[in-house]
């Protein structure tokens, strides 16, 4: 077999990481359990998060608070055949090729915290503890009305009432939650601690190089309310002509969208937000961008170029196909890892994206300009998009996109600049030069 690599470019078939959630509830662990496993998957690497919240209610009726109350032994027991059902699960996962299991629980005490060391260690995986503390009301408060909204626990209840049971419930989590112990028993552990989402982190003895990329990731997110504008490039001449690749200039209706663009973001971002522009370091996407307010910030940045289609760069979909047809059909039977002689494939420009993703969770609000399969790749990671649909989604061309980050997924509104572009789609098998998509993969 194939030895496994992927976007962080190491080897982890032998690597297997238990990612340990530790914190009161409404502190976003779960929040941080999703955004982990989704950098780790859109990178190729087998994450899956194990929610014992999930497995308590497999068993247990709708819970009140008392059921969470440490003198209650029923309740106790439920609690922990659940966090053990889930980490047998996980056990099982490992063996089938897992390298990322996310375990997202309370895990609130340090016996439940050595109990998840001991079982991984006996299977010989790491545990990385990851602890969010949050002594900021109102992010409290905002995560308890998102996870009285939302939870199961609470389908059907009156609002006013499940946040009432639901602090009931911190207070008695609280009664028993001991913080990561820095100083004593719990110096060996490798952890990592958060205050506030990303204000202050602490990090002890990280072993290796997949974990260091996890706690990296970690500490750079925040739960600061903010947005991610994407656009593509006006339409191009190249894409007048169905030419891909290249390094062309606008159309004149690509002009005009670069004209109209500066109104189109007003409307969506506002007048007073501070707004960063990033573009490629191609004629098409910098032109796009260059009548947008001076004030704005903008930069150009290698890694959002275009997808290199190597050898076929400056051709026609038909001539590939008269030229490399072994290539055409060998791309439209996988075109996410199809990489173009001499060029890129989707999982290569995902790859040289993962600092694009870094500073993007870093940053506030930004407006990226930049390409057909760039855009699909960013696109893919914000709203969870697999990798055999991704490549053939639809990106109209003259369309801002806004997406937002929410506590559970991602919010998305697309203005259309009402400027006519060609159709740029192409579906599996076609050659033709501006082909309509068809609408259920947009
Ligand atoms: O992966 P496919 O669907 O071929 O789309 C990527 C192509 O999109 C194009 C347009 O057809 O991008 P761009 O918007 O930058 O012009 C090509 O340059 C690029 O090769």
Redesign the pocket.
């Known amino acids: 077999m194939p030895r496994l690599t992927n976007g962080l470019g190491v080897q982890v078939e032998d690597t297997h990481i238990c990612v340990v959630m530790v914190g009161l509830p409404a502190r976003g662990k779960s929040y941080i359990a999703q955004k982990a496993q989704r950098y780790l998957q859109w990178l190729s690497v087998p994450a899956a998060t194990f929610n014992v919240g999930n497995y308590r209610r497999k068993d247990a009726a709708q819970p009140t608070a008392d059921f969470f109350d440490t003198n209650n032994a029923a309740g106790e027991r439920t609690r922990r055949a659940a966090a053990e059902a889930a980490v047998a699960d996980m056990m099982k996962w490992f063996k089938s090729g897992g390298v990322v299991g996310i375990l997202d629980a309370t895990n609130s005490t340090k016996e439940r915290r050595r109990w998840v060391l001991e079982t991984c260690q006996k299977e010989g995986i790491e545990t990385i503890f990851v602890e969010s503390k949050c002594d900021d009301e109102e992010l409290i408060m905002a995560n308890i009305r998102d996870v009285k909204t939302t939870s199961p626990d609470y389908q059907g209840q009156d609002p006013e009432e499940a946040a009432q049971d639901f602090r009931n419930r911190i207070r008695n989590y609280e009664k028993i939650y001991v913080s990561i112990d820095e100083d004593g028993d719990e110096s060996e552990m490798t952890y990592l601690k958060m205050m506030n989402v990303g204000r202050q982190v602490i990090i002890n003895r990280i072993q290796d190089y997949l974990e260091s990329r996890i706690v990296y990731y970690l500490m750079n997110l925040h739960i600061r309310p903010r947005s991610v504008w994407l656009s593509?490039?006006g339409e191009?001449m190249?894409?007048l002509d169905?030419?891909?690749?290249?390094d062309a200039q606008l159309s004149p209706r690509g002009e005009q969208y670069a004209l109209k663009l500066p109104e189109l973001v007003r409307k969506s971002v506002g007048d007073d937000r501070p707004l960063t522009v990033w573009t490629s370091t191609?004629k098409?996407t910098i032109a796009t961008a260059r009548h947008l307010p001076k004030h704005y910030n903008q930069l150009q940045w290698k890694a959002l170029d275009?997808?290199d289609?190597g050898v076929c760069d400056g051709m026609t979909?038909q001539e590939i196909k008269d030229y490399y047809p072994d290539d055409f059909r060998a791309r439209d039977e996988d075109?996410y890892n199809y990489r173009y002689r001499g060029g890129e494939s989707?999982r290569d420009v995902v790859i040289r994206l993962e600092p694009i993703i870094m500073e993007l969770e870093r940053s506030e609000d930004i407006l990226i300009v930049t390409?057909?399969?760039v855009l699909r790749c960013i696109y893919a990671y914000f709203m969870k998009k697999d990798q055999e649909k991704s490549?053939?989604m639809h990106v109209p061309?003259h369309t801002l996109i806004k997406l937002t980050p929410r506590a559970y997924g991602t919010e998305e509104v697309r203005y259309p600049a009402g400027i006519d572009a060609v159709s740029?789609?192409?579906g599996k098998g076609s050659t033709a030069k501006h082909e309509d998509p068809v609408p259920e993969v947009i």
């Open positions: 593509r490039h191009s190249y894409n169905g030419r891909i690749g290249g191609l098409r275009e997808l289609s979909y075109k989707y390409h057909q399969a490549p053939w061309l740029t789609w192409r």
